[in-house]
C-alpha cells in the first residue's frame, strides 16, 4: 500500500512517514526541502 504525507520534513510529518513506513506502507514525502538523507520505502517530491 502506498501513502502521501505532505509537509513530510516537519516535525510531525517525520515522524508519521516514519511510522507508516515502519507498519509495510511505501511512503512519498512532499515537501518544499529534500530530506537530509535518504530513508528505504520513503521518496521524496519537491
Do not use: F, Y
Not at 3 to 24: F, I, N
Not at 28 to 45: Q, Y
Request: overall charge negative; charged content about 30%.
Amino acid at each position: 500500500m502506498k501513502a502521501v504525507v505532505t509537509e513530510g520534513e516537519g516535525k510531525l510529518g517525520q515522524w508519521v512517514r516514519r511510522d507508516l513506513r515502519d507498519h509495510g506502507m511505501e511512503v512519498v514525502s512532499i515537501d518544499n526541502r529534500l530530506p537530509p538523507a535518504c530513508e528505504p520505502g520513503i521518496h521524496a517530491c519537491i
